[in-house]
């Protein structure tokens, strides 16, 4: 029997990473505080995300002589926001990447059955060409990423990275099962699910604490 190779999982270490994470992880966070965390998070793990973009050479001219420059090649990258909770980290990368084609991914995760609805689907023309980032802070059951990954290599997507702030090492498996093409950045690997298919310790609903609902 032959192993599947995995694109690699990152688990971003970096103790402001990890500082602001614990702090997001606590339940008296308010929900500006979480907001701004999260918005300040992204910027950090969109950093780790991005550090293996192709490169090239341009010829500039600096105010002393020519020179070729290193500048991130191809077409701009697609970052794909799995609503409602991936746009709190899209936001923070945009701000990094203010270039970048931005589609989203509608998808709820039905309460009895945990399985993705497709309710809204759309993104920047010519993703074969593009780097795609997915993002979503929760890797909880993998479905959600599943299916929006699925539908994202339906519409050309080839070269495909996922962005999340916690997974869980179901979610893990199950992606690296339907899709071992794909490499994930993460603050953390957290313990397990719920029955509810929450992370645990998690920090509960994501897309609850970042927009105040509940
Ligand atoms: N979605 C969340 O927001 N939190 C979890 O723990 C799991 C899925």
């Known amino acids: 029997m032959t192993e599947t190779t995995c694109a690699p ?18 339940k008296e966070t308010s929900t500006a505080s979480f907001r701004k ?3 300040e998070i992204s910027l950090l793990l969109a950093y780790e995300v991005t550090r293996e973009l192709p490169m090239t050479n341009r ?8 020179m070729d ?3 991130i090649d191809g077409k701009k990258l697609a970052l794909i926001s799995i609503l409602r909770a991936g746009n709190g980290l899209l936001d923070g990368i945009l701000e990094l990447i203010p270039a970048a084609r931005v589609g989203f991914v509608g998808l709820y995760r039905d309460p009895d059955t945990l399985q993705p609805v ?10 074969e060409e593009r780097t795609t980032i997915v993002v979503d802070p929760m890797l909880a059951t993998g479905n959600s990423t599943v299916a929006a990954i699925d539908l994202l290599k339906e519409a050309g997507a080839k070269d495909i990275r996922f962005l999340c702030l916690l997974a ?21 690997i957290d313990s397990h699910l719920d029955d509810h298919g929450y992370i645990v310790p998690g920090l509960g609903d994501a897309g609850d604490r970042m927009f105040g609902t509940k």
């Open 69 to 71: 420059a290193p500048t």
């Open 37 to 39: 965390l999260l918005r």
């Open 118 to 127: 497709q309710y809204y689907f759309k993104v920047p023309q010519h993703m």
């Open 168 to 188: 869980s090492p179901e979610g893990i498996k199950r992606l690296q099962e339907a899709h071992p093409d794909v490499s994930i950045v993460t603050a953390s």
């Open 59 to 66: 010829r500039i001219e600096t105010p002393i002589q020519p």
């Open 9 to 26: 999982v990152t688990v971003v270490n970096h103790p402001l990473v990890q500082h602001k994470l614990t702090l997001m992880r606590e």
